[in-house]
């Protein structure tokens, strides 16, 4: 049998994935885990993360000023086939506005790697990608990636999978990047 508790004192959201395999089996990994995205007012700026500890801070407040969407993308925690790492990197050249910028683009992560303004974390997650003209494969979704166009002084770019979305984000002036309508990267259903 298996047991899971968790105590909802303050919390509004909570999420817990558990896979059981068999009488007697083993735990499964859970297929993927979720970037959730946050928004900064004072900035007009979005983040996206899968790291526990930062999820955990920027929700508490820790990181002041930040606060969740209600957004989040399905990516890979974990290398398979047919799949790519995704580079993030930090800057605070724009202060007293900082950013963060991600690609799945193996030749962008280079280019990226040698500009001094930006700081490699490490590859984060694991997505797919798309063809050429910005479709993906039957199993995932487009994530369409919008850029600012450096609006406010500072880069940012945020992800999506929604195309209307997309679409009022290219209203305000932002761009649309990627393969065929913008698509960045496919992420899991």
């Not at 990181?63 to 399905?74: D, K």
Request: glycine share 8%.
């Amino acid at each position: 049998s298996l047991y899971v508790g968790l105590n909802f004192m303050d919390v509004t959201e909570a999420v817990a994935y558990v896979s059981v395999t068999g009488v007697g089996g083993t735990l499964a990994a859970a297929r993927f885990v979720e970037a959730v995205e946050y928004y900064h007012a004072a900035f007009d700026h979005y983040f996206i993360t899968t790291i526990p500890d930062e999820i955990a801070k920027l929700d508490t407040g820790f990181f002041v000023g930040w606060i969740r969407t209600g957004r989040s993308i399905n990516v890979h925690s974990a290398a398979s086939a047919g799949l790519v790492s995704v580079c993030r990197f930090f800057s605070a050249a724009f202060a007293p506005r900082s950013s963060h910028f991600y690609t799945a683009l193996a030749d962008e992560c280079t280019v990226v790697k040698a500009n001094p303004d930006w700081t490699f974390e490490g590859d984060v997650f694991f997505v797919g990608t798309p063809a050429p003209d910005g479709s993906c494969a039957s199993d995932t979704v487009p994530v369409y990636r919008l850029y600012n166009q450096g609006m406010g002084n500072a880069p940012n770019h945020r992800f999506t999978t929604d195309l209307q979305l997309q679409a009022q984000m290219r209203s305000l002036g932002w761009l649309a990047e990627g393969d065929g309508t913008g698509v960045s990267m496919c992420a899991a259903r």
